[in-house]
Nanobody, 126 residues
Framework: QAQLVESGGGLVQPGGSLRLSCAASSFTLNYYAIGWFRQAPGKEREGVSCISSSRGSTYYGDSVKGRFTISRDNAKNTVYLQMNNLKPEDTAVYYC???????????????????WGQGTQVTVSS
């Protein structure tokens, strides 16, 4: 099974920024759509963002549009999620996931993604 590793989480004050990274240790991310999802205590998993394998398509959940930006660096085999203007309601465990979707297809639908990381905690609090 493909292994994904998230990093970059932590504690940040409201209005602050974090950049999450998603790296693969045993396969090339280039051919996969990569999604970011989050789950807060007592809530269902939510699709946050996605970038297609071709980088031609992106998806953002309504709650993060205009604040988060997804990008990928194929040379580093890494996908990033830049999170700006963070709010307390962004507090959650963030997961990245890989899916074999069409080159220009992306989604925030968790069943589309077959490989998942272990998650990284993001806490937004003053």
């Amino acid at each position: 099974q493909a292994q994904l590793v998230e990093s970059g989480g932590g504690l940040v004050q409201p209005g602050g920024s974090l950049r999450l990274s998603c790296a693969a240790s045993s396969f090339t991310l280039n051919y996969y759509a990569i999604g970011w999802f989050r789950q807060a205590p007592g809530k269902e998993r939510e699709g946050v963002s996605c970038i297609s394998s071709s980088r031609g398509s992106t998806y953002y959940g309504d709650s993060v549009k205009g604040r988060f930006t997804i990008s990928r660096d194929n040379a580093k085999n890494t996908v990033y999620l830049q999170m700006n203007n963070l709010k307390p309601e962004d507090t959650a465990v963030y997961y990245c996931a890989a899916g074999r979707l069409g080159a220009y297809y992306c989604s925030g639908y968790a069943p589309d993604f077959g490989s998942w990381g272990q998650g990284t905690q993001v806490t937004v609090s003053s």
